[in-house]
């Protein structure tokens, strides 16, 4: 079982480049979520989707996008990126309890 | 409302000992409850997990402790190995609501030392 799968698992990006993380899931799950944890810190919502063609911001949405065209697919998309936004990216999928990805560890600079 | 407090920030503990983190809420319309673990490069993991309608939840070592009154709710991992060293995270959520949040307390690290 692939469970939530994400890609990159690293990236360097510079500043104002443009880049996606990949999110899928194969559990047939209709929320996802994305959250970016900084060294030390707790995880914060960036957007979360409550089904295909839904999505909505959470705590931290500036700098990000999101789309969800599919109940599997849930891509996080940064434009200009920024130092501000080097962290881990998780993607995680639920319908009672959270599945999340392995993450992706994003450094820009 | 949406904000979960979590504490302590670090914990250290012996090996055969205690180990207990708290959180609490102010939203009462959360009625899901659960606890994940991290470990160092890894995604988050559910540990376990309680809602409302009982008072504790006990999974082999690790049992979740609900005061709905004092909206609070506690991890006690007794007998703590070092294999329980990990990043612990409480989180809350509106089950009854189709657009429920997950949100997460801001972590505890717990190492545990032979």
């Known amino acids: 079982n692939a469970g939530v799968t994400q890609t990159p698992k690293f990236r360097i990006l510079k500043i104002g480049q443009s880049m996606t993380l990949q999110c899928t899931q194969d559990m047939n799950h209709n929320y996802m979520y994305w959250y970016r944890q900084d060294p030390g810190m707790g995880l914060k919502l960036i957007y979360y989707?409550?089904?295909?063609?839904?999505?909505d911001k959470g705590e931290v949405p500036n700098g990000y996008n999101v789309s969800r065209s599919t109940t599997e697919d849930f891509p996080l998309r940064l434009e200009l990126a920024a130092p501000s936004q080097t962290s881990v990216y998780f993607c995680a999928s639920r319908r009672t309890e959270a599945f999340f990805g392995q993450g992706t560890r994003l450094t820009v600079v | 409302q949406q904000q979960v407090k979590q504490s302590p920030q670090s914990l250290i503990v012996q090996k055969g000992g205690i180990s207990i983190i708290n959180c609490a809420y102010e939203?009462?319309?959360?009625?899901?409850f659960p606890w994940y673990q991290q470990f160092p490069g890894k995604g988050p993991a559910l540990l376990i997990a309680?809602?409302?309608?009982?008072s504790e939840k006990k999974e082999g070592r690790f049992t979740i402790s609900f005061n709905k009154s004092a909206k609070q709710f506690s991890l006690h991992i007794m007998d703590s190995q070092p294999g329980d060293s990990a990043t612990y995270f409480c989180?809350?959520?509106?089950?009854?609501?189709?657009?429920?949040?997950?949100?997460f307390g801001t972590g505890t690290r717990l190492q545990v030392f032979p």
């Open positions: 989180a809350a959520s509106r089950e009854s609501y189709n657009t429920d949040k997950l949100i």
């Open positions: 939203n009462t319309a959360f009625d899901y």
């Open positions: 989707s409550v089904g295909a063609g839904i999505t």
């Open positions: 309680i809602r409302p309608d009982v």
